[in-house]
Structures are given as structure tokens and as C-alpha cells.
């Protein structure tokens, strides 16, 4: 931005404090299928406002970093997933409560021995910050829209109170394990009000992550192989067929899983390093306990290409393929109808200025909801993205 405004952001960024603001819309509707059509549009948005200090430019110490966001969201109605369609995974990434604004999360931060090790704690999002994250499918407000192409079904994510440390001794791999309350049920505020009552439950994450460079005509070609195993120590219900009641619910806590994470640069339109022009893959999958988890396997894969059309060099192209297959165990227990819902996910963003972008976005879910229960859907929409 430019006048005053942008003066004063550069001399605050020059002292180690950087401010931004976003707001973002999803207009979307249900075209056909799913539980009703009629009246399908629904409204929502977000916005976030986000905070960040470097101790060192402050003139404190070095290696310290904070980071806190500011969140509030809004709907006109009962969300589209919930109202009007009935699937496992969400084509609107903003059907969220009505919130004013209220602090989602923060975080402090400190490296030591040359940036080789990074500890972070704070109230922290598993999922969006730290694990499991995939350059070409990861953040609603620029890439796709539908939950799956952001995150793992498989995977416990979490945003909780939690500690994560990250040791990265060479340029090309890190491992990172990360701790966060499992009692924490997602609450907007009293962030870390569970952290330290009651029984000590946790979840575990541990990530091994490569980053390679292929040479290429045009440069380099960089990637990002993400390897996860995940723990999860809370009670959960197991599938059992409970004879119309007759049968107790069991649980089963200390539950166990894996996934994979990938993305990789495979096209350059040029040798800039900092021109992100060309196409770019991603392919995800997970795998969790058949007992409790209603989704024993997922799958995702697709790709983007940023500056397709000449003279547009920051629009974006994505498509994506996703697929949930649910637990035998649960086929077996509960109901022989489960099988697995498939999403298809293509969207264009288009960047009319630094701080403003539109995106038209289209989806079809196959057997929204795994069990047969709801036709196929087809979802059509807009994205609206506004930087302060």
C-alpha cells in the first residue's frame, strides 16, 4: 500500500515489527446434488489480523521471534457443507462460527547455535504452521479451497497449546517433533486454559523433511519430501455394532499413524530464482487406525501453474484430485454401505493488484459423504481476497 500507511509499516518492519491485515469472502453455492439445492448460496469470511516482532531488530537479543493473530469470522446462514450438502470433507474453507474478533493464536520463538535449532511455543496450529504442509496445497486464502487439499483427514491436527523444536543442520533437511494438549477441544478463547488441568494427555508429531534441488535449463527445481508419524494419546470410541444398544461403547486411546507429504518445482519459465512462474505437483496420503478413525486412508494429488497466461505472470491455475476411503472396520460394524468420497477441485486466482485477487473456483464431489446416502454434488464459487 501506498501514503502514509505504507511509511509507517516500512519504518516499523525496519525496527523489527511487521503488521498485516486481510479480509477474505467465499461466496458459494451448491449446484446440484448433495441433500438440497434449493437456496444453495452461502456467504462467509474472515479476518485476520497478524503481528510479528524480531528481538533482534529490536534491539534485544538475537535468534527471538514472536508471532500472534487476531481472527473473526462471519455467515449468513447455517454453512454449506452442514446445510446442503452432508460431506466428510468441506468445500467452503470459511463456514465457521459468527465471531467477532478474538486472538486465534501466538507463539514465541528462539534459535540457537547458528539457526540450527528452533524452539517454538505458544498456541499453536499443527496442521497450517508446522506439520504436514505442502507448498502447492496448503493455505485457503491462495491455493485451493476444499479442506482435503489443506490438510491430512488421517492426522490428528490440532490447535492447542504445544511446544515444537526444529533442527535443521544442513540447507537441504530438518526434523521437527512437536508436543500440543490433547485435552484442548479448539476453543477461541482462554487459549491455553486446558494446557495444564486435568489428566496429562498429549498429541505427538515427528517430521523428517527433504529439500532437494534438481538443476534444470532454467535453474533450480526445488521440492519438499515430508515423512510424519503422529501419536495420539486421547480416548477414542471404537466401531462396534452396539446391538441396538445392548453393547457398551469401548475405547481405545495411545492410537498411531503415518503420512506423506510432497511437492516439487517441475517446469521454470525462467532463470529468476524469484520468479515463481512455471508448474509446480504435490501428492499427499495417510494412513490411521481402522478402529477409530472413520477414514482409515487418504489420498490427495495435483498441480498449479503460476503465470500460464502470458502478461498474467502472478495468476495461478490449480487442480486437484482427493480421496477419503473409509475404515473396514467401520464397513464391517456399522455400515456395509461405507465406501470412500472423492473430491475434484479446480480453481483459477486471478491477481488484479498487490492487494487484491478474485478466484473463481469449481468442485465435484463423488458420494459426498462415503455412504451413499447423498448424489453427486457440484459446487461452484468466488474468492475474495483484500490486503490491508
Not at 495411545?254 to 519459465?269: A, N
Not at 468442485?363 to 483484500?386: E, I, M, S, T, Y
Request: glycine share 12%.
Amino acid at each position: 500500500m501506498t501514503g502514509d500507511w505504507g511509511g509507517v509499516r516500512n519504518f516499523l518492519v525496519d525496527h523489527g515489527i511487521s503488521i498485516s491485515l486481510a479480509y477474505q469472502q467465499q461466496t458459494f453455492f451448491n449446484a446440484h446434488g448433495g441433500r438440497d439445492t434449493e437456496q444453495g448460496f452461502r456467504e462467509a469470511g474472515s479476518y485476520d489480523l497478524v503481528l510479528k516482532a524480531d528481538t533482534k531488530k529490536l534491539g534485544l537479543w538475537d535468534g527471538g521471534y514472536a508471532w500472534v493473530k487476531f481472527k473473526g469470522n462471519w455467515r449468513d446462514s447455517t454453512g454449506l457443507n452442514k446445510g446442503k450438502i452432508g460431506a466428510l470433507s468441506k468445500p467452503n474453507s470459511d463456514e465457521g462460527e459468527d465471531d467477532t474478533i478474538f486472538l486465534a493464536k501466538w507463539w514465541i520463538g528462539q534459535k540457537f547455535y547458528h539457526n540450527v535449532f528452533d524452539l517454538r511455543v505458544g498456541r499453536l496450529e499443527s496442521k497450517k504452521d508446522l506439520f504436514d504442509r505442502n507448498t502447492y496445497a496448503q493455505n485457503e486464502d491462495y491455493l485451493f479451497v476444499n479442506s482435503w487439499f489443506r490438510r491430512n483427514p488421517t492426522v490428528p491436527h490440532t490447535l492447542a497449546g504445544g511446544a515444537r523444536l526444529k533442527i535443521q543442520p544442513v540447507k537441504w533437511a530438518y526434523f521437527q517433533m512437536g508436543a500440543f494438549d490433547g485435552n484442548s477441544r479448539g476453543s477461541k478463547r482462554g487459549a491455553l486454559k486446558t494446557t495444564f488441568k486435568g489428566p496429562a494427555t498429549f498429541i505427538g508429531m515427528w517430521e523428517l523433511v527433504l529439500m532437494p534441488k534438481f538443476n534444470s535449463a532454467r535453474g533450480a527445481l526445488s521440492g519438499n519430501y515430508r515423512f510424519g508419524l503422529w501419536y495420539d494419546g486421547r480416548d477414542r470410541q471404537r466401531f462396534i455394532n452396539d446391538l441396538d444398544g445392548v453393547r457398551r461403547p469401548r475405547f481405545k486411546s495411545d492410537t498411531v499413524g503415518f503420512y506423506l507429504s510432497f511437492d516439487q518445482l517441475l517446469y521454470k519459465e525462467n532463470h529468476d530464482p524469484h520468479d515463481k512462474q512455471g508448474l509446480g505437483a504435490f501428492l499427499r496420503y495417510g494412513h490411521a487406525k481402522e478402529e477409530v478413525s472413520k477414514i482409515e486412508d487418504f489420498w490427495s494429488i495435483g498441480a498449479q501453474y503460476q503465470g500460464l497466461i502470458p502478461k498474467r505472470d502472478k495468476d495461478v491455475l490449480g487442480f486437484g484430485v482427493a480421496q477419503g476411503i473409509l475404515s473396514g472396520r467401520f464397513r464391517q460394524q456399522i455400515d456395509a454401505e461405507a465406501d470412500r468420497e472423492t473430491v475434484y477441485e479446480l480453481y483459477y486466482k486471478i491477481v488484479l493488484t498487490p492487494w487484491l485477487a478474485i478466484t473463481p473456483d469449481f468442485q465435484f464431489l463423488k458420494n459426498p459423504g462415503a455412504l451413499g446416502a447423498h448424489k453427486d454434488v457440484f459446487v461452484a464459487g468466488l474468492r475474495f481476497r483484500l490486503l490491508f
